[in-house]
């Protein structure tokens, strides 16, 4: 690092700092760090260095507006609403019920719950689940899409139905580590499975 340069996590710690105290209500709350990774990571590293030098701005201002319509993921007061956390799991588990109906049997019969594998996908926007460059694809994706969280519940279904085989056959311990620790593959598979879900008529 070249002297005198802050370190990129520096960056980082200020832009949620700045974000927790203009958003007392809502504050810091763990996980965020993930949602402005791969924003800063997109700015900080254009080839051209004058977009380079205002990263921290621009990175703030898309968490900022992309925090805005996440936000309900991190309040757990708002779990029950319509965009909460609890009510995009239920409408991931129903759309897996239609896309798959084994599977979504097989998780009933193993009381395998959305909440111990899904609630970090959604809340995170799959930032956890795989390399930095799949990430970026994936979210190139979903804000593209004006209906992105509609296309968020297609794409988590589309991880699991890409599984279904080894799910099928897998007990809960099994299965639980399969969803937890998704296996790496070609994420255009995972898209491609997403957009044919969301094709289907149910």
């Known amino acids: 690092m070249t002297e005198g340069k802050e370190a990129h996590w520096e960056v980082v710690e200020r832009i949620l700092f700045l974000y927790a105290k203009l958003n007392p ?3 810091y709350v ?3 760090n993930e949602i402005i990774g791969p924003i800063y990571h997109a700015f900080a590293s254009d080839p051209d260095v004058t977009f380079r030098e205002h990263a921290e701005c621009d990175s703030f201002f898309c968490f900022t507006n992309l925090m ?3 936000r309900d ?3 757990k007061s708002l779990d029950e609403t319509d965009h909460g956390i609890n009510k995009m799991m239920s409408r ?3 759309q897996l019920k239609n896309s798959d109906l084994d599977v979504w049997l097989k998780f009933q019969q193993l009381e395998l719950k959305p909440q111990y594998y899904s609630f970090r996908w959604i809340t995170l926007l799959l930032s956890q689940e795989f390399p930095l460059p799949d990430v970026l694809r994936i979210w190139d994706t979903l804000f593209s899409d004006e209906s992105r ?6 794409v988590c279904c589309a991880m699991i139905v890409i599984l279904r085989n080894r799910l099928l056959n897998g007990d809960f311990p099994s299965n639980l580590k399969l969803l937890q620790n998704f296996p790496p593959m070609d994420v255009q598979i995972i898209l491609s499975k997403a957009v044919e879900l969301s094709q289907q008529k149910n």
């Open 25 to 27: 209500g809502q504050s």
């Open 30 to 32: 763990q996980g965020m």
């Open 68 to 70: 805005s319509e996440i």
């Open 73 to 75: 993921f991190f309040i």
């Open 92 to 94: 991931m588990l129903q």
């Open 149 to 154: 969280f509609d296309f968020l519940i297609y």
